[in-house]
């Protein structure tokens, strides 16, 4: 009987596994070394070849390292995979092409488990709520983990916010089940509190009604018994305003008390007179400005009224004021120069002191910030006349000129269009005898008669010739025996020895007076005016007094500004209405004042926020008396 020899299944697979890794030839054993049926596996002869090579050095990875042959030991026929010293053959995917993953093994056969810590470095959290922090992945212990060590859980409160840490915001109603209220007044309605993302209260507020005179908020906007009608009742230092409901009972007026009558701009007797009967509270001068006016009393002290907003009424308020009121602490005033917002004053020593808009300077104390009250120019104290417009001058009394405030376009004359929170001279000017501001133009009437101007030139205002801006004094052409100078907003006049007036600039309403809407850059004649002897301009009109005491204006007339009982627009100079015996004029913006030879003063034109000082806001036409002056 022929025998075999069999060889056991591992034996196999092995020889298999020894095959695959490029081993030495390997030769199965022959059932019988003389049967004549022997093959390559009988152990027979055959002829040679590349496997039947001498032995050679065990095979190396790709690594370099030896190679450990590992047995077949999870049976799937395949055999180990040689990898350095990593014979675990219960893992297929053990292959040195494979990326190393955390998992505790030598997934990439270079002799280290979960090296280069793979998958590693992502931004991960740890912790919930409050708790929760950052941090980045780390492959240990053959799994990943977050290094963020989660932050300490505190006691919940009402803030949308898991405090304690526990998956839940808000839990347990933090601050909740506490009584509140809900609306105010009438419509206040009682609950208790509720926490939802924050403290709540679960009253809701009851409806609001019309509101009664009961000392109750009957309509919820938190003030009781608003809205009522305001009684007012006495004059003067006696006037009261009261409201209409008082405490839930009908308000009753009563005037305050009358005192003694003295020279403050104030009716101190309650007789609807302002210093009435006392010597020295004459007006001896009259200011107009943009929107308010000003008077000077033969006592030093100024009185204001008009538009009050930036503080240029001077009474320490911005309150509108409809009748003449005190400037506060000023009793030595002997000039006034009444701006487009704000005011001036040189006192009786040379100093000045201006109060209103600060924005650019205006004020010449150094600082932007508005003043209510008289406050001093810095370094100023030998000031002998003021002009104010947007910005403000003084000349001194050498005979020079400073400026301060704005300069948007060279209106303070110091060759530059830098803004001056102090006074600053004017260029090459050193024998003034007379100055007046414009709106952005001045203007100095010179000792010999000759004028100069320097700043804003876009209509000729400056009579030059050109409309080009100057940054520092530039002659007018052609006059040169001026006794007087004037500015208006865009436009200037002289008046001249003989008593004729030229006019040049801005002539859109016939403010130049010269019988055209034409604009001039050189001086032009007055339509019919030889006996003048005070001029004033304001923003779009001109007036003259006459060497008989009578006014005339024209120009601008929307709001009667001209006084001719018309508000017709008039190219040529018209006779103010009823108005026979003025000693002084001055113009504002776009109304009109003139002071009577008996010191009453009286105004016209526009009276938006009072500045005629009637008590009213309504335009006049005619000359009106001032109240109580």
């Known amino acids: 009987m022929t025998r075999r020899f069999v060889l056991p299944l591992s034996s196999v697979f092995l020889l298999m596994a020894l095959a695959a890794c490029g081993g030495d030839d390997v030769v199965l054993p022959a059932e019988d070394a003389g049967d004549s049926d022997a093959g390559p596996l009988d152990g027979g002869p055959r002829d040679a070849g590349p496997r039947d090579a001498a032995p050679r050095d065990a095979a190396r990875d790709a690594t370099g390292i030896d190679a450990t042959i590992c047995p077949d030991e999870d049976g799937d026929g395949h055999g180990a995979v040689p990898c350095g010293d990593d014979c675990d053959d219960a893992l297929d995917a053990v292959n040195p092409d494979v990326a190393e993953t955390c998992n505790g093994v030598d997934d990439d056969c270079n002799g280290s488990a979960d090296d280069g810590n793979p998958g590693g470095g992502a931004s991960c959290e740890n912790g919930i709520g409050a708790c929760s922090r950052t941090g980045a992945t780390v492959c240990s212990a053959t799994e990943l983990g977050c290094d963020a060590i989660p932050g300490a859980p505190t006691t919940e409160v009402c803030n949308g916010i898991d405090d304690d840490c526990n998956g839940t915001s808000d839990d347990g109603n933090p601050g909740g089940g506490v009584s509140c209220t809900s609306g105010v007044g009438a419509c206040e309605r009682t609950g208790v509190t ?110 204001c009224w008009g538009r009050n907003d930036y503080g240029q009424v001077g009474d320490g308020t911005t309150v509108e004021r409809h009748t003449p009121t005190a400037v506060t602490g000023l009793t030595d005033a002997v000039e006034l120069a009444a701006g487009n917002r704000h005011t001036c004053a040189r006192r009786a020593s040379g100093a000045v002191v201006c109060w209103g808009i600060n924005s650019s300077g205006h004020l010449g104390d150094g600082s932007t910030i508005g003043r209510l009250t008289p406050t001093p120019v810095s370094g100023l104290a030998d000031a002998v006349e003021l002009t104010a417009d947007k910005s403000t001058c003084a000349r001194r009394s050498s005979g020079g000129v400073v400026c301060w405030g704005g300069n948007d376009y060279g209106q303070l004359g110091d060759g530059t269009m830098i803004d001056r929170l102090t006074p600053t001279p004017v260029f090459g000017l050193v024998d003034a005898v007379e100055i007046a501001t414009g709106s952005e133009h001045t203007c100095a009437r010179r000792g010999s008669g000759a004028i100069v101007c320097w700043g804003k030139n876009d209509n000729g205002q400056l009579g030059d010739g050109t409309n080009t801006v100057r940054l520092a004094p530039v002659s007018v052409v052609g006059v040169t025996d001026a006794l007087e100078v004037a500015t208006g907003a865009l436009h200037t006049c002289a008046r001249r020895a003989s008593g004729a007036v030229a006019c040049w600039g801005f002539n859109f309403t016939g403010q130049l007076g010269d019988g055209t809407t034409t604009n001039r850059n050189v001086p032009a004649g007055v339509s019919g005016l030889i006996d003048a002897v005070e001029l004033a301009a304001g923003s779009e009109h001109s007036c003259a007094r006459r060497a008989s005491g009578a006014v005339a204006c024209w120009g601008y007339n929307f709001y009667g500004n001209l006084g001719d009982g018309t508000t017709t627009i008039r190219l040529t100079p018209t006779a103010v209405s009823g108005l026979p015996d003025a000693d002084q004029i001055s113009v504002g913006a776009y109304h009109t004042c003139a002071r009577r030879s008996s010191a009453a003063l009286l105004c016209w034109g526009s009276n938006g926020y009072g500045r005629l000082g009637d008590g009213t806001t309504s335009s006049r036409s005619t000359p009106t008396p001032v109240f109580g002056l």
Do not use: K, Q, W, Y
Not at 220 to 228: E, I, M, Y
Not at 294 to 302: D, E, I, K, N, Y
């Open 194 to 303: 509720a926490c939802s993302g924050s403290i709540v209260c679960g009253a809701t507020p009851g409806p609001p009604t019309a509101e009664a005179c009961n000392a109750v908020d009957d309509d919820c906007n938190s003030l009781v018994d608003d809205g009522f009608a305001v009684l007012s009742c006495g004059v003067g230092a006696c006037a009261v305003s009261t409201s209409s409901c008082v405490g839930g009972f009908a308000g009753v007026c009563t005037p305050g008390t009358p005192g003694v009558e003295a020279c403050n701009g104030v009716d101190d007797d309650c007789d609807g007179s302002v210093d009435d009967g006392l010597v020295g509270c004459d007006v001896v001068e009259v200011s107009g400005g943009g929107g308010h006016t000003c008077a000077r009393l033969t006592s030093g002290a100024v009185v």
